[in-house]
């Protein structure tokens, strides 16, 4: 069974502009999660959505935001892009839900703001 | 104001030995921990995980201690190889009802040929 994909992998990007990122999760996973890896504040929550309802959202900025398609593949997208945002952007996905059963990550999306 | 850096607690075990890794979580409520380890320029990867009516479980290799009255988790590696340099990060549910893990801040294992 082929395992969480994300694209693109590696991203440059100005100060201002907006990104969209693309998570493809594991075939009948339903839940896909998105967060936030940086050097200074490590792993950080962004949202989790199940069957194309945000279920939960973490404490960032509304120029974070997302959606789930009814195939379960879900987007982010960062808009007013500022430097802070250079970071490692991960996919998880699972069955249900991401606290009662195993959450696989995807291989990320290296976003780097100029 | 100027970004600090994680400074990711370090440990270095000789090849072969056993390692111990240890978390501790913050919210009570929690009834399930997962231990990822996170390779460089990868995304964390699933090694084990436990619920909260057990104090141990154990893989290949692997063994997760979960002791609720001091909220403390422990991920033991048993003859630890090369293979197995990377960071490794543990992550709580906070409960029945939450959608988000929380993950700690990770620890940077270096096996020493």
């Keep these: 069974k082929a395992g969480v994909t994300q694209t693109p992998r590696y991203l440059i990007k100005t100060r201002g502009q907006q990104v969209t990122l693309s998570c493809s999760p594991i075939s009948g996973h339903r839940s896909v999660s998105w967060y936030q890896q940086t050097p200074g504040q490590g792993l950080q929550f962004l949202f989790e959505y199940f069957s194309e309802t945000q279920r939960n959202k973490g404490n960032f900025p509304g120029r974070f935001s997302g959606r789930q398609f009814s195939n379960s593949r879900s987007e982010m997208n960062v808009s007013t892009l500022e430097l802070g945002d250079s970071a490692l952007y991960l996919c998880a996905s699972n069955v249900g839900a991401p606290t009662t059963d195993t959450q696989y990550f995807g291989p990320g999306t290296r976003l780097t703001v100029l | ?113």
């Design chain 2, 1 to 113: 104001g100027e970004s600090v850096g994680l400074h990711l607690p370090t440990l270095s075990v000789q090849e072969g030995d056993n390692s111990i890794i240890n978390c501790a979580y913050s919210n009570s409520a929690s009834d399930y921990f997962i231990w990822y380890k996170q390779e460089s320029g990868k995304g964390p990867q699933f090694i084990i995980d436990i619920r909260s009516n057990m104090d141990k479980r154990q893989g290949q290799r692997v063994t997760v201690l979960l002791n609720k009255t001091v909220k403390h988790l422990s991920l033991q590696i048993a003859a630890t190889q090369p293979g197995d340099s990377a960071v490794y990060f543990c992550a709580e549910n906070g409960g029945a009802g939450s959608y988000q893990l929380t993950f700690g801040k990770g620890t940077k294992l270096s096996v020493i040929p």
